[in-house]
């Protein structure tokens, strides 16, 4: 009996049916809002990095500044703002955006640090060898100094990547019809969790694939050195 | 240019680290197809005398001319400079990412602007130089300390240099490959390469330095000839050095 009800409230068959077209919709626009995330957060996140190696000292001053107040903030908090209070002043941005904008400043926050670690990482004497042989600063940074640093890089900038795209779920907070946004409506729609349930394995199915890449991507940089 | 210019040229040289001052005054000429050799005591100044030299640190007063270009002068292309001036270091500094071969030809690459396939015939040609064509497609951390540092004299070597600057090449090596590195070393000598070395390696230079320069203190205290300068010094000081390397 109890086993039943259980069945029936969490894996409702016929409310998953009418609600799973929602939950695939979603599916696809985490994945899109991740993907910008991801690529506009450790691009943003590698420039930020390479500037700040130039030792400008009022450029890196601000650049700092920026990276610790990003690496303070709860996500949340910026994208309630700049979906929110943003406004206030003339500025408006669809919520998707908002979410986007937001993930990927803390992204890049994050990158700009692991890559300054690695940057900082690589030998004074890389340095030196590249300049003796006439490599300019650039050339040195770009030909040695970044591909040793990218490879350190590689595992703790995976695990941070996908700590922040799983924030993809707090654009449900502004509307952005992502898994768990869709979840909740149709939750709030048929009175029934299922959706919910849905919600969550969408998630999985998103992202242990991505868990198990990062888990392989640190063992495969972990042996090569 | 003239041929009894020398290829190097240090006049006046002194450097301070904040209110510490390293290097009070050098002056020292390097001829064509010169070895000389440079000793003293540990914070005596050497490594910085040789790293003033292609600028790696920034002389605070004097000048350094290489093959009559003044190094410190503002319109010097520094890259361009550094092309012949070639530097070997303690700890070799090769570049983990990169094959032997990489290693060697990148500057080819970058600084001379040749192709990839002129990079890597010219590096193939230093790696020979050096005993290890056959090593040209092994990441440094699959080559002995050796073989690392012979490596890093056909990657100085591979930019055609001027001149050469070694400080300690063989101090980071266990004594059983200490020959290889001096064999390079000597090599390089005989084919008419000029060079400064940095190095206590005492029996290396009795056979194959010209000068022997002894520095202390940040000032250059006596420099001639090996056995001058080994056996009958007019400071009591050097003896006192030599001994306590040679125990
Ligand atoms: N970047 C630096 N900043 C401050 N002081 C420095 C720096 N580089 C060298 N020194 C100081 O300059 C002095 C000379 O150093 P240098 O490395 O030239 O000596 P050295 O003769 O090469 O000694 P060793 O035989 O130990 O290599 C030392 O007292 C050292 O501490
Ligand atoms: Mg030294």
Known sequence: ??????????????????????????????????????????????????????????????????????????????????????????????????????????????????????????????????????????????????????????PPLTNRTIAITKGTALGAVVAVGEILYQAQTAYSFSYNPSPLVLGAVAYLILFIPVVYFGRWVETRFAWKR | MSGDRPILEVRGLHKSFGHLEVLKGIDLAVRKGELVFVIGPSGSGKSTLLRCCNRLEEPSSGSILVEGVDVMAPGTNINAVRRRIGMVFQSFNLYPHLDALGNVSLALRKVVGQSRAEAELAGQAALERVGLAEKANSFPNELSGGQQQRVAIARALALQPAILLFDEPTSALDPELVGSVLAVMRELRESGMTMVVVSHEMRFARSAADRVIFMDHGLIVEQGTPEKLFNAPDHQRIKDFIASIEH
């Open chain 1, 1 to 154: 009996m109890q086993l039943e009800r259980l069945a029936d409230t969490f894996f409702n068959l016929q409310v998953m049916q009418q609600y799973l077209p929602k939950i695939v919709e979603g599916f696809f626009i985490t994945i899109q809002i991740a993907l910008a995330v991801v690529l506009a957060g450790i691009a943003s996140g590698l420039l930020l990095a390479l500037v700040r190696a130039f030792r400008i000292k009022a450029l890196n001053f601000f650049i700092i500044l920026c990276v610790d107040i990003l690496r303070a903030l709860p996500p949340l908090v910026l994208i309630i703002g700049f979906y929110f209070a943003l406004p206030a002043i003339g500025i408006r941005m669809s919520a998707w955006v908002a979410t986007w904008l937001a993930l990927s400043l803390v992204l890049m926050a994050f990158a700009e640090e692991i890559f300054w670690a690695g940057i900082l990482a690589v030998p004074k004497g890389q340095w030196e060898a590249a300049r003796s042989t006439g490599l300019s600063f650039v050339q040195t940074l770009t030909d040695v100094v970044m591909p040793q640093a990218v490879r350190l890089t590689i």
